[in-house]
């Protein structure tokens, strides 16, 4: 610490103000200090700022699959942000399996070092509010549980899904295939439901119908299921002049069905997914997408995450919030030339 203050030109009590997150420190200040921490490699010890301060400066990320493009690319993105705040992250997959989603609130498998938890659950729903009522500060990630006790930082899935449908109507097309839909009986919420009710809003607005005949049901968002939904609508000889895929993995395994079935894309068939995975860019046609803002949804749950740690006696009430999306149109809707 010493060395990095020499560096920065600031005092010791800067350097550890800066390591430990208090608020009152300048930016340029703050930067100056991290730059020096880089140069130096200098990496705080942990047990002996556990002992002194009862934080360890580790964080711990679960997520439902690393395996998947979204989750990877959302935990390189929640560690990219823990680093320029100092923290370290600690990444746990629980498969999307409820007793390990439990496992990983209740504190019975979560490593004790942790000073709070990123949380994404894919079983766990609205019935399971109560499980967030633990003493470790919690941020939610996620479409699966709403208004519980804990700050969550969630998507526009319903108006983006609206804008992704918009851009597939506004160069013309009318027969407009869904892939990923879910269980039409289900009551719980998730990226499915809220995705299908933007569809069929823009639907609406245009003054077409909702044609179920257009509608596949995906159990896992995959490239697999993806590819069998778009094969399934060929088969079927369904008329489909677009498709909106609820994820780009799912679009990706569609992209490739119908191409080698001859399907010409954009001209026959104009496609769009959801989530800007970096893979989406590379694909042949590259993939428009819906970009739902996965670097702010990063640095935002990890800042929140900070400020709960950092609570004393008095807290704010638990905040929702939603980063900004954008559509990226690429050559699957006919923007040859589109950048990001």
Same mark, same amino acid.
């Given at each position: 610490?010493?060395?990095?203050?020499?560096?920065?030109?600031?005092?010791?009590?800067?350097?550890?103000?800066?390591?430990?997150?208090?608020?009152?420190?300048?930016?340029? $200040?703050?930067?100056?200090?991290?730059?020096?921490?880089?140069?130096?490699?200098?990496?705080?010890?942990?047990?002996?700022?556990?002992?002194?301060?009862?934080?360890?400066?580790?964080?711990?990320?679960?997520?439902?699959?690393?395996?998947?493009?979204?989750?990877?690319?959302?935990?390189?993105?929640?560690?990219?942000?823990?680093?320029?705040?100092?923290?370290?992250?600690?990444?746990?997959?629980?498969?999307?399996?409820?007793?390990?989603?439990?496992?990983?609130?209740?504190?019975? =498998?979560?490593?004790?070092?942790?000073?709070?938890?990123?949380?994404?659950?894919?079983?766990?729903?609205?019935?399971?509010?109560?499980?967030?009522? $633990?003493?470790?500060?919690?941020?939610?990630?996620?479409?699966?549980?709403?208004?519980?006790?804990?700050?969550?930082?969630?998507?526009?899935?319903?108006?983006?899904?609206?804008?992704?449908?918009?851009?597939?109507?506004?160069?013309?097309?009318?027969?407009? =295939?869904?892939?990923?839909?879910?269980?039409?009986?289900?009551?719980? =919420?998730?990226?499915?439901?809220?995705?299908?009710?933007?569809?069929?809003?823009?639907?609406?607005?245009?003054?077409?119908?909702?044609?179920?005949?257009?509608?596949?049901?995906?159990?896992?968002?995959?490239?697999?299921?993806?590819?069998?939904?778009?094969?399934?609508?060929?088969?079927?000889?369904?008329?489909?002049?677009?498709?909106?895929?609820?994820?780009?993995?799912?679009?990706?395994?569609?992209?490739?069905?119908?191409? =080698?079935?001859?399907?010409?894309?954009?001209?026959?068939?104009?496609?769009?997914?959801?989530?800007?995975?970096?893979?989406?860019?590379?694909?042949?046609?590259?993939?428009?997408?819906?970009?739902?803002?996965?670097?702010?949804?990063?640095?935002?749950?990890?800042?929140?995450?900070?400020?709960?740690?950092?609570?004393?006696?008095?807290?704010?009430?638990?905040? $929702?919030?939603?980063?900004?999306?954008?559509?990226?149109?690429?050559?699957?809707?006919?923007?040859?030339?589109? $950048?990001?």
């Amino acid at each position: 610490m010493h060395d990095v203050a020499r560096i920065a030109g600031v005092s010791v009590k800067t350097v550890s103000n800066v390591i430990n997150h208090h608020p009152h420190v300048r930016t340029f $200040t703050r930067d100056r200090v991290l730059a020096a921490i880089d140069q130096l490699d200098y990496r705080p010890n942990l047990s002996a700022r556990g002992l002194r301060s009862g934080r360890t400066g580790i964080i711990g990320l679960a997520l439902p699959a690393l395996k998947e493009n979204y989750f990877a690319e959302l935990a390189d993105a929640v560690i990219r942000a823990a680093e320029r705040r100092g923290l370290g992250v600690v990444v746990e997959q629980t498969s999307g399996d409820r007793n390990s989603e439990l496992l990983a609130v209740s504190g019975a =498998a979560r490593p004790s070092f942790l000073d709070g938890l990123l949380f994404s659950p894919i079983s766990l729903g609205q019935s399971d509010v109560d499980a967030l009522e $633990t003493p470790l500060p919690i941020v939610l990630l996620g479409e699966r549980i709403f208004n519980g006790p804990t700050d969550h930082v969630a998507m526009h899935n319903t108006s983006a899904a609206h804008a992704a449908v918009k851009h597939l109507l506004d160069i013309g097309r009318t027969r407009i =295939a869904l892939i990923g839909a879910g269980d039409p009986d289900s009551t719980e =919420a998730g990226s499915a439901s809220l995705r299908v009710r933007g569809y069929r809003q823009a639907l609406e607005h245009a003054g077409l119908p909702y044609d179920t005949e257009l509608v596949r049901r995906a159990s896992h968002w995959n490239r697999a299921t993806g590819a069998e939904a778009a094969q399934g609508l060929l088969d079927d000889r369904v008329r489909f002049d677009a498709v909106f895929a609820l994820n780009d993995t799912l679009g990706l395994g569609a992209l490739r069905a119908l191409g =080698a079935a001859g399907v010409d894309m954009p001209s026959d068939v104009a496609l769009i997914g959801f989530d800007n995975i970096d893979e989406s860019r590379y694909s042949v046609p590259s993939m428009s997408t819906v970009d739902p803002g996965r670097d702010e949804i990063a640095q935002t749950a990890v800042d929140l995450l900070i400020e709960r740690i950092g609570e004393k006696e008095t807290s704010v009430p638990p905040r $929702t919030i939603k980063p900004e999306f954008r559509i990226v149109r690429r050559e699957s809707t006919g923007f040859v030339d589109a $950048t990001d």
